[in-house]
C-alpha cells in the first residue's frame, strides 16, 4: 500500500470539496477514516490475479481509486457528474494513478467486461446487479461495501437474480460489512444479462 500517495489523494478530495460536494461538510476532517479505511477494506477480498476492475459511481474516488492507488490494478472510474470526473481525471494526473474515467451513465458506458466491479454508496443491491452485470466478466467477482440493510437487500436481490454472496463484517463499523457477489444470473434466463 502506498500511505503518502494515500494521503495525499485525500488532501485532494479535501481541497475540491467545499467547490464540488466531493464528501459532506462533516465528513471533511475525516476523509482518511470514513473514505479511505473504508475503501481499503475491499483489499482483502480481491482475487489474486486479478489487473483490471471497474468501479461504478465514483463520485469522488471512493472506493475506486484508493483500490487502484493501493493495488496497482488498472481501474476504469465510471461517474456521471462531469465536475466530479473532472476532478478524478485530474486527481489521477497527479497521483500517477491507474486509472482512467468515463464521464457517462453506467448504462450507457462501453466496456471491455472486468474480472472485478466495485461500487459504493450506488443503489440497492437489486437495481446494483443490474447495473453491474453487463460490465462484469465471466466468472468474476463484485465488491459492494453495504450498510445494516444488507440482509435485507440480498433478500430482495434474490427474487431476481441467482448469485453466488459472501458476507464479511467490516472491522471498522459493526453495522457495516462487504458483499462478494459473483456468478450474477437474472431469474428466468440461463446467462448473465441485464433485467
Ligand atoms: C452517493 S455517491 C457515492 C460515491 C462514491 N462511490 C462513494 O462511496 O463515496 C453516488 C455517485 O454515483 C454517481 N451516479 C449515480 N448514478 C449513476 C449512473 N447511473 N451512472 C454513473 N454515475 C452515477 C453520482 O453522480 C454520484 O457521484
Given at each position: 500500500m502506498n500511505e503518502e500517495r494515500l494521503r495525499q489523494f485525500a488532501a485532494l478530495v479535501a481541497k475540491w470539496s467545499p467547490r464540488?460536494?466531493?464528501?459532506?461538510k462533516g465528513d471533511l476532517p475525516h476523509i482518511w477514516e470514513r473514505h479511505v479505511r473504508d475503501s481499503l477494506e475491499l483489499v482483502a477480498h480481491i482475487p489474486a490475479g486479478v489487473t483490471r476492475a471497474i468501479d461504478l459511481g465514483s463520485g469522488a474516488g471512493f472506493p475506486g481509486m484508493v483500490l487502484a492507488v493501493a493495488t496497482g490494478i488498472e481501474f476504469t472510474l465510471i461517474e456521471s457528474d462531469t465536475r466530479k470526473a473532472a476532478f478524478l481525471m485530474e486527481a489521477a494526473r497527479i497521483l500517477g494513478a491507474p486509472v482512467r474515467v468515463l464521464n457517462t451513465r453506467i448504462e450507457a458506458a462501453k466496456t471491455v467486461p472486468a474480472p472485478l466491479v466495485t461500487a459504493r454508496a450506488l443503489a440497492p443491491l437489486d437495481k446494483l446487479l443490474g447495473l453491474a452485470a453487463p460490465h462484469l466478466a465471466e466468472n468474476g467477482v463484485c465488491l459492494f461495501p453495504k450498510g445494516r440493510g444488507a440482509e435485507v437487500e440480498l433478500t430482495a436481490a434474490r427474487a431476481v437474480w441467482h448469485m453466488e454472496a459472501e458476507r464479511f463484517a467490516s472491522s471498522l463499523d459493526a453495522e457495516a460489512c462487504i458483499l462478494k457477489v459473483s456468478q450474477i444470473r437474472h431469474v428466468g434466463t440461463s446467462k448473465a444479462a441485464a433485467p
Open positions: 464540488i460536494n466531493l464528501v459532506s
